[in-house]
C-alpha cells in the first residue's frame, strides 16, 4: 500500500509538472498576438513612452482607424476577398481531380505525368521566366494572374492522391457496379470521405491566396482595380516609415506631438498583423478538426 501511495503520489507530481510545463508553454505562444493585440488598441502616445505589457496602455482605435481610412482599403478587401474565395476553390477541386485520377492505373501517361508533376517540386524556371510565360498568355494585369499560375500544386496533389488511395476500393467498386462513373464517384463517395484532406489543402491555399502580394507588385503595377489589401498595407507600411524618418529630421516640436499621436511605424505594423491575422484565426477553427486528420496522412501504415 505505501508502494502504491508512493507512485500515485509521484505520479501526480509529474502530472502536475506536465500541465505546469504545457500551460507555461501556452502562455508563451499566445502573448506575442495578445501584446500586438493591445498595442494596436492602445494610445499611440503613450506607446512611445512606454510599451503596454499585459494590458493597453490608454484605449484607442486611432491605428484602425488610420487603415481604415486609406484611400482604396475596401475596394482592395474586396479583390483580396475575392481572391482568396475563388482562387481557393478552384484550385481545391483542380487538385482533388487529379489527385483522383492519378489513383486509376487506367489513366494514360498516368506514371509520366505524375513524375513529371514531382519534378516541378524541384525544378523552377525563375521569376523571369515566369513572367515571360504570363505576359505570353496575357494575363498581365488581368484578375486571372491571381488565380491560374498556382492553381495546381504538386504539393496538394501528392498529399490527396495518399490520402484517396487510403480509402476502401470495395466502395467504388459498388459504385461502378451500379452504373455510376468516374465523375460520380469523385463527387459523392469521394469528396465526402475526403474532408480531412480537403479541409488541409483548403487552410494551406487560402492562406497563401490571403498573405499574397508580391505577384500584384510584379504582375499587375499601376492597375488600382486588382490592388490587394496585403499590398495596399504593405505599401502603407512603407510610407509609415517614410513619415516616421521625417519625424525624427524635423525641428517642429509640435508637429512632432501630432504626428505622433495620429501615426506611429510600429503601431501601423502591429495592426497590420493584426488585420492580416483575424480572417485566418476566424476560419482555422472550423477546419481545426480535419486539419489534425489531414496532417496525419501516411503516418501510419497498414
Known sequence: MNGIRKASASRRAFQLFNYCLLVGFTLICIYPFWYILIYTVSDPAAVEMSSPVLFPRGFSLANYKNIFTLSGFFPALSMSVLRTVVGTTLSVLSCSFLGYLFTKEEMPGRKFIYRLLIFTMYISGGMIANYIVIKSYGLLN????????????????????????????????????????YLTVFTRIVMPL????????????????????????????????????????????????????????????????????????????????????????????FMQQYFVKGIMVGAVKG
Open 142 to 181: 488581368s484578375f486571372w494572374v491571381y488565380i491560374l499560375p498556382g492553381m495546381i500544386s504538386a504539393y496538394n496533389i501528392v498529399l490527396i492522391k495518399t490520402y484517396i488511395e487510403q480509402l476502401p476500393a470495395s466502395l467504388e467498386e459498388s459504385a461502378q457496379l451500379d452504373g455510376a462513373g
Open 194 to 285: 475526403s474532408k480531412p484532406i480537403i479541409a488541409t489543402i483548403v487552410v494551406f491555399v487560402a492562406v497563401g491566396h490571403w498573405n499574397s502580394w508580391f505577384d500584384n507588385h510584379i504582375y499587375t503595377r499601376g492597375n488600382e482595380s486588382l490592388m490587394t489589401l496585403q499590398y495596399l498595407l504593405y505599401n502603407y507600411l512603407n510610407e509609415a516609415q517614410r513619415v516616421a524618418e521625417q519625424i525624427k529630421n524635423t525641428s517642429n516640436i509640435g508637429g512632432i506631438e501630432q504626428m505622433i499621436s495620429s501615426i506611429s511605424p510600429k503601431g501601423v505594423r502591429m495592426t497590420i498583423t493584426v488585420l492580416a491575422s483575424l480572417p485566418i484565426f476566424a476560419v482555422y477553427p
